[in-house]
């Protein structure tokens, strides 16, 4: 599977961003779908994940409350929506596909190239 993320940008603090992660292949409905977040000189985090039905999700604790996490399997995309950002959720987005339900990124053998997200103070 194909990942190809989009949506990222600039926005202060306390708005909103939507990112999306579009899949290519007739399998997506099978994949649990994660977002991941890098900053500079700093691993790779969890943000959240969905399960291939959308019916289970789960979120890093810093993100909980803040961001959703969403795919429409007819469109073969996964959403990640981000309000009430803050500076510290700045960072490269990656979305990944797994077989997996897991927070762990060596699960996730599918990644997508990444869309940056920023937030100004």
């Known amino acids: 599977v194909q990942l190809q993320a989009s949506g990222g940008g600039l926005v202060q603090a306390g708005g909103s961003l939507r990112l999306s992660c579009a899949a290519s292949g007739r399998t997506f409905s099978t994949y649990t779908m994660g977002w991941f977040r890098q900053a500079p000189g700093k691993e790779r985090d969890f943000v959240a994940l969905?399960?291939?039905?959308?019916?289970?999700?789960n979120y890093a604790d810093s993100v909980k409350g803040r961001f959703t996490i969403s795919r429409d399997n007819a469109k073969n995309t996964v959403y990640l929506q981000m309000n009430s950002l803050k500076p510290e959720d700045t960072a490269l987005y990656y979305c990944?596909?797994?077989?997996?339900?897991?927070?762990?990124?060596?699960?996730?053998?599918?990644w997508g190239q990444g869309t940056q997200v920023t937030v100004s103070s």
């Open positions: 990944a596909a797994g077989g997996y339900y897991s927070r762990s990124h060596s699960t996730y053998p599918y």
């Open positions: 969905i399960n291939p039905s959308g019916g289970s999700t």
